[in-house]
């Protein structure tokens, strides 16, 4: 069964805050992982795409892979109200379109000035 | 023009009007992509085209009919929908279908089914 189990929020953190926003699985062919920021009224945008477990850091941003816990997590640092948006993991068992992604329903993320 | 290009941004029909939403990348990718996306929904994946070829459908119903004349454009022609269909209809593109392709998304048009 492929499904994605991720927590809708609304998350409300002050300026500054470490955020963490996580999802877990079922489906332990999943290899692929990634996370898309969605802002009201657009499309989803990629923010991380990662491989396997371990860590992917890029600016403010982590992304952790823990597949003996089949959970993964995306952490920002020094939260901006820029950050406030939908956050969406997706997963797959070969890292492309066709087999389709499995999304989750997406963090609704806040930060507050 | 950069990216991926959907119109129109709104949409609103009637349960008996056919309409159809466009698709537009300019990214030189070979595979285009309809989601639809509903409220606390996941994403969920409607149409897959490869090389103007489709090769994913998931059960979507036949009210929903898409079109990809080439590899840079994509439509989904719309007809008798119910208001259930009311969603985001999101088109995106990779480079190919398979492994190390991620997606890039357009903003998606807005329809509402009355």
């Known amino acids: 069964q492929k499904e994605v189990e991720q927590d809708p929020g609304p998350l409300s953190v002050p300026e500054g805050a470490i955020v963490s926003l996580n999802c877990t699985y079922s489906n332990s062919a999943f290899q692929y992982f990634m996370w898309y920021r969605q802002y009201s009224r657009k499309g989803p945008e990629l923010l991380m795409y990662?491989?396997?477990?371990g860590n992917k850091e890029d600016g403010r941003f982590t992304a952790q892979v823990d597949k003996s816990s089949k959970y993964i997590s995306l952490f920002i640092r020094d939260s901006q109200p820029s950050d406030s948006a939908t956050y969406l993991c997706?997963?797959?068992?070969?890292?492309?379109?066709?087999?389709?992604?499995?999304f989750g329903k997406g963090t609704h993320l806040i930060i507050q000035p | 023009e950069t990216g991926v290009t959907q119109t129109p941004r709104h949409l609103v029909m009637g349960m008996t009007n056919k309409k159809s939403l466009k698709c537009e990348q300019h990214?030189?990718?070979?595979?285009m992509y309809w989601y639809k996306q509903s409220a606390k929904k996941p994403l969920e994946l409607m149409f897959v085209?490869?090389?103007?070829?489709?090769?994913e459908n998931n059960s979507v119903p036949s009210r929903f009919s898409p079109e990809c004349p080439n590899s840079s454009h994509l439509f989904l022609h719309l007809h008798t929908l119910q208001p259930e269909d009311s969603a985001l209809y999101l088109c995106a593109s990779s480079q190919g279908p398979g492994a190390g392709s991620p997606l890039h998304f357009g903003n998606g048009t807005r329809l509402t089914v009355t």
């Open positions: 997706a997963m797959s068992e070969s890292g492309g379109g066709a087999d389709g992604l499995t």
């Open positions: 990662t491989y396997s477990s």
């Open positions: 990214l030189g990718h070979n595979a």
């Open positions: 085209y490869s090389l103007e070829e489709r090769v």
